[in-house]
T-cell receptor, first 116, second 116 residues
């Protein structure tokens, strides 16, 4: 049962344009969401996160939007740069309550290619 | 520099052998995690530990074992019982997850294990 889904395996965008990566989840208990970026043969690097009490979080060129009613989040990268070419993973966890374990559930990843 | 070190980067195992993957962190993080990544899939949690001398099974713990004798170290043993051990293994750590508090996990660069 895939609780976090990234339905687009790949995305190609022209340099300078906006990249939009999407992620859907099924577990309504998730209340903390993260985006990671991963280059080949390296570990994922944390990019940005959002708590379920917010619907938007911005950090430089990266903005994450959360739509709780649709159980959907997206990562916007503006403007896209060739160095952004990587695999992007969304992840979710259940943080509320006394049994917060910090466990993350990851999507399958979306490969972003930014063309010069 | 603070970080997470995984060694070795590449590891080969013969059929029927146990092998241990190293993970060391100097971030003073309480929580540590082991994930497995297979091609085209997201990261799946093998084991996690929130405190020294304690650890919990993740979603795919069968065929693996861990220990947490020191705060900075969380080695993973892939036993001969793991039927499909070839994968990319990632170790992560975070500040201890607290009730209603969320912290991102930070990853090492991974170990690629292959069966000879």
């Amino acid at each position: 049962d895939q609780q976090v889904k990234q339905n687009s395996p790949s995305l190609s965008v022209q340099e300078g344009r906006i990249s939009i990566l999407n992620c859907d989840y099924t577990n309504s208990m998730f209340d903390y969401f993260l985006w990671y970026k991963k280059y080949p043969a390296e570990g994922p690097t944390f990019l940005i996160s959002i708590s379920s009490i917010k619907d938007k979080n911005e950090d430089g060129r990266f903005t994450v939007f959360l739509n709780k009613s649709a159980k959907h989040l997206s990562l916007h990268i503006v403007p896209s740069q060739p160095g952004d070419s990587a695999v992007y993973f969304c992840a979710a966890s259940v943080g509320r309550g006394s049994s917060n374990t910090g466990k993350l559930i990851f999507g399958q990843g979306t490969t972003l290619q930014v063309k010069p | 520099d603070g970080g997470i070190t995984q060694s070795p980067k590449y590891l080969f195992r013969k059929e029927g052998q146990n092998v241990t993957l190293s993970c060391e962190q100097n971030l003073n993080h309480d929580a540590m995690y082991w994930y497995r990544q297979d091609p085209g899939q997201g990261l799946r949690l093998i084991y996690y530990s929130q405190i020294v001398n304690d650890f919990q099974k993740g979603d795919i713990a069968e065929g693996y074992s861990v220990s947490r004798e020191k705060k900075e170290s969380f080695p993973l043993t892939v036993t001969s019982a793991q039927k499909n051990p070839t994968a990319f293994y990632l170790c992560a750590s975070s500040i201890a997850p607290l009730p209603y508090s969320n912290q991102p996990q930070h990853f090492g660069d991974g170990t690629r294990l292959s069966i000879l």
